[in-house]
């Protein structure tokens, strides 16, 4: 299973990112992309993986690639929330970690729910200085979806 978690992270990072190295975009490999990301996630959706961190990375993968492609059945949503409550029940079994604020970070960019932040800040204040690339990539995104929100709060006002 790791390597279709993998596979599915992989691709999902090329569809978020596509066209951000300057090159041009087709709208074919547009496409592609965005048929490849939900296939899997699909595929990969009512897997259960085999331990709490293969779980945590299993959802953390599910729900970017969700957010990532425009593809919908019909039941998009209804998928979402059942990757975000299997996430509330692996957040409590996992250590402090990269993939837990990784797993916070993604929970908090569906929900807003402040109390996931606040927690994904706990773990990066404990990361000292000098960070990981990883470790930068995700406080990074996590200040990105707090300005969203932060927008998201203010437009509906």
Same mark, same amino acid.
């Given at each position: 299973m790791?390597s279709?978690?993998?596979a599915?992270r992989?691709?999902?990072?090329?569809l978020?990112?596509?066209?951000?190295?300057?090159?041009?975009i087709?709208?074919d490999?547009?496409?592609?992309?965005?048929?490849e990301?939900?296939?899997?996630? /699909?595929?990969?959706?009512? /897997?259960?993986?085999g331990?709490?961190?293969?779980e945590?990375?299993l959802?953390?993968?599910l729900?970017?690639?969700?957010?990532a492609?425009?593809?919908n059945?019909?039941?998009?949503e209804?998928?979402i929330?059942e990757v975000?409550?299997?996430s509330?029940k692996?957040?409590?079994?996992?250590?402090d970690?990269l993939l837990?604020?990784q797993l916070?970070?993604?929970c908090?960019?569906?929900?807003f729910d402040e109390?996931?932040a606040?927690?994904?800040?706990?773990i990066m204040?404990?990361?000292?200085d000098s960070?990981?690339i990883?470790?930068q990539?995700?406080s990074?995104?996590l200040?990105?979806?707090?300005?969203d929100?932060y927008?998201h709060?203010?437009?509906?006002l």
């Amino acid at each position: 299973m790791k390597s279709q978690i993998d596979a599915l992270r992989q691709l999902t990072h090329e569809l978020l990112y596509l066209g951000m190295d300057g090159e041009p975009i087709y709208a074919d490999r547009l496409y592609l992309l965005n048929s490849e990301v939900y296939s899997q996630a /699909e595929a990969l959706h009512g /897997e259960k993986a085999g331990n709490d961190d293969e779980e945590a990375a299993l959802c953390v993968t599910l729900l970017k690639a969700y957010s990532a492609t425009n593809y919908n059945h019909g039941d998009k949503e209804e998928k979402i929330q059942e990757v975000l409550d299997r996430s509330g029940k692996v957040l409590g079994k996992i250590s402090d970690s990269l993939l837990k604020c990784q797993l916070l970070v993604a929970c908090y960019g569906e929900t807003f729910d402040e109390e996931l932040a606040q927690e994904a800040h706990q773990i990066m204040n404990g990361w000292g200085d000098s960070l990981t690339i990883e470790q930068q990539n995700i406080s990074n995104e996590l200040q990105n979806v707090e300005n969203d929100s932060y927008l998201h709060a203010n437009i509906e006002l």
